[in-house]
């Protein structure tokens, strides 16, 4: 069973910065894509960023040029560097991966943007 921890989410006051990691129990070498979602509270979880193992990456229009993400194949893990946050980013960010076509889920972490 795959696993995907992510840390790093926080209170953090608007146009602050975040970065969340994600590790993933298997290599990288057999992980297709790699990505975040986001999910507010009575809404259903929508995509934020993906990356895929030849870097290629895609992001929600609303994070486009705000948020980055980057992926260490050594170490199994991707990451999301979250900048000039807004307190419409507030939601739990959930790490995802893609595996011979099935999906596997984090546990999430709570991001709460707020003065």
């Known amino acids: 069973q795959v696993q995907l921890v992510e840390s790093g989410g926080g209170l953090v006051q608007p146009g602050g910065s975040l970065r969340l990691s994600c590790a993933a129990s298997e290599s990288s070498s057999i992980i297709q894509t790699m990505g975040w979602y986001r999910q507010e509270l009575g809404k259903p979880r929508q995509l934020v960023a993906v990356i895929t193992r030849g870097d290629f990456t895609n992001y929600a229009g609303s994070v486009k040029g705000r948020f980055t993400i980057s992926r260490d194949n050594a170490n199994n893990k991707v990451y999301l560097q979250m900048n000039s946050l807004k307190s419409e980013d507030t939601a739990v960010y959930y790490c995802?991966?893609?595996?011979?076509?099935?999906?596997?889920w984090g546990q999430g972490t709570q991001v709460t943007v707020s003065s």
């Open positions: 995802h991966a893609e595996i011979f076509s099935r999906s596997y």
